[in-house]
């Protein structure tokens, strides 16, 4: 309007908090991904492990279940750390693939239809947009990971009895720290590819090399140098250290294995994983490197040369 005709007012309404201002890119993201059935039919399978969890922690504290199933309390699997170590490995591989289906055009639909500065010319930082765009990710993974497997966690705890909790409450912290190490290592990855490819395909694509390429490459130089050194290249490797870490459970594995040396002669030589720190810094420069590519390319301008 033109500004001599004076009839502009300001916003009269109530201002949303600037601690709270990121929450509406998760709120609007949200309406358009459960309107997906593919989606919404997998993340209600999502939720089928950790109900069989249930049962089964339900079972070991229930002797007319066992008796109508005809199973002995002795052939259940052990309500132990291994056991949520399990629950975590499996929920990691449905976050993985749940995550492949949200997060790829998070950012690339923003890049390719020039929206970034529509974004930022708001009171909006790229801090702001940025942690909006990964809470996405946050909360959605959070409901597959670390909030069942804290209610499984308590479920037992509930059955067992104190003693139980007070001397296995480290499996709580480990099913907590784990399951955000790996979310967030999902959601820097993801976000960082898709600020740099603009193709939701290609994206969802490079996402999903990223994680078995490496894996791959890993085992054969394995294989060449007759060493486990290739484990710090696969992702997937560098996170079952360290959960096994965190629930007490990570040994290096040795194995001893025979190498031809010159006159005819053998010898023994003992292969190691690598330590656990080193596995923790991997994951740690990781992160620290998918920062750098997202906050180098979420600008609100672009520099075409």
């Not at 002797?63 to 629950?87: E, N, R």
Request: hydrophobic share 55%.
């Amino acid at each position: 309007m033109a500004v001599y005709e004076h009839s502009y007012k300001p916003f009269a309404g109530e201002l949303t908090p600037e601690w709270s201002r990121f929450l509406i890119i998760p709120r609007h993201a949200f309406r358009s991904v459960f309107q997906s059935k593919l989606f919404t039919a997998f993340f209600v399978i999502c939720m089928i492990y950790p109900l069989v969890a249930a049962i089964l922690i339900y079972l070991h504290h229930n002797s007319q279940a066992l008796g109508i199933f005809q199973v002995k309390v002795t052939d259940l699997i052990p309500i132990d750390a291994s056991f949520f170590l399990v629950y975590m490995v499996v929920q990691g591989q449905f976050s993985f693939y749940l995550n492949l289906l949200v997060g790829p055009p998070l950012i690339s639909r923003d890049v390719a239809n020039n929206a970034l500065p529509l974004y930022l010319a708001r009171p909006f930082t790229q801090s702001e947009y940025v942690l909006g765009k990964m809470s996405v990710l946050f909360i959605l993974l959070s409901f597959i990971t670390w909030i069942p497997g804290l209610l499984l966690f308590f479920f037992q705890a509930y059955l067992e009895g104190a003693g139980w909790f007070a001397s296995n409450l480290h499996i709580a912290g480990a099913i907590f720290i784990g399951s955000w190490i790996w979310i967030l290592l999902l959601a820097l990855m993801s976000l960082s590819i898709s600020a740099w490819v603009k193709w939701r395909l290609a994206a969802s694509a490079a996402l999903f090399a990223l994680f078995f390429i490496p894996a791959i490459f890993g085992t054969i130089i394995n294989e060449l140098f007759r060493t486990r050194l290739g484990n710090l290249v696969s992702l997937t490797s560098l996170i079952q250290a360290v959960w096994s870490g965190l629930f007490g459970t990570f040994d290096r594995n040795p194995a001893e294995i025979r190498m031809r040396t010159g006159g005819g002669r053998y010898s023994i030589i003992t292969l190691l994983d690598p330590p656990l720190w080193s596995s923790w810094l991997m994951l740690g420069l990781i992160c620290i490197g998918c920062l750098f590519l997202l906050y180098r390319k979420v600008r609100a301008y672009e520099v075409v040369k």
